[in-house]
């Protein structure tokens, strides 16, 4: 549709006029081109538009879990961690269930700002509702871990992986290393590196230059 086709390319001042005349007329506006707008928000890194959509689509009964998604991404990307945290709280009190991409938003906002404790929360919560968590939800978990300064945790969170079913990978490894390196603990950079190695050989990565320059 040509609402799809402006918001792809970035159009948010054309989508948003052409849903502001659909509104003056009266015409039903679907939940797609509701998110359709607020994606097109998220992804310019446009948090206070994005969350107006949302609040629009909520009073209109048409705001899904990718709307909600989108704009905890969005508050995530702009370091808002407790706005990102509060849409996740509005949207369990809308009956509208979470799924992996919203938990991982909000435990990426924990990230930004370095704070893992209420990263780990989340993640504990999100394994209370039985939502199975994906890499990029480790590799969140483990960047909240060495922003905090926490190598140690940083370290656990990657060994917990496998049981989990996931494998690491070169982001995995890569910030732990770093981490390492930031706190002066150059060992255990290396040791971690050569599982790295390790691992890499087996799934035929080869460690990135950003590790070796840890």
Known sequence: SLVHAMAKVGDTVGVERIVVRMEAVKQEIST???NALISA???EG??????????????????DVASY???IHACAKANMLSKAEAWLESMSRSRVEANVVTYNSVINACARCGDARRAEEWFER????????ALSTFNSLINACAKGGDVTRAAYWLRSMPKFGIAPDGVSYGTV????????????????????????????EQPSAFCYNS
């Not at 446009?46 to 705001?63: M, N, P, Q, T, Y």
């Not at 390196?181 to 799934?203: N, T, W, Y």
């Open 32 to 34: 797609v081109i509701y």
């Open 126 to 133: 999100m394994r209370r509702q039985r939502i199975a968590p």
């Open 69 to 71: 998604s989108a704009v």
């Open 177 to 204: 290393i770093h981490a390492c390196a930031v706190q002066h603990k150059p060992a255990r950079a290396e040791k971690f590196l050569e599982q790295m190695c390790v691992d890499c050989a087996a799934s035929k």
């Open 41 to 43: 928000y998220s992804r």
């Open 46 to 63: 446009d948090a206070s538009r994005a969350e107006h959509w949302l609040r629009v689509s909520i009073g209109c009964s048409k705001a």
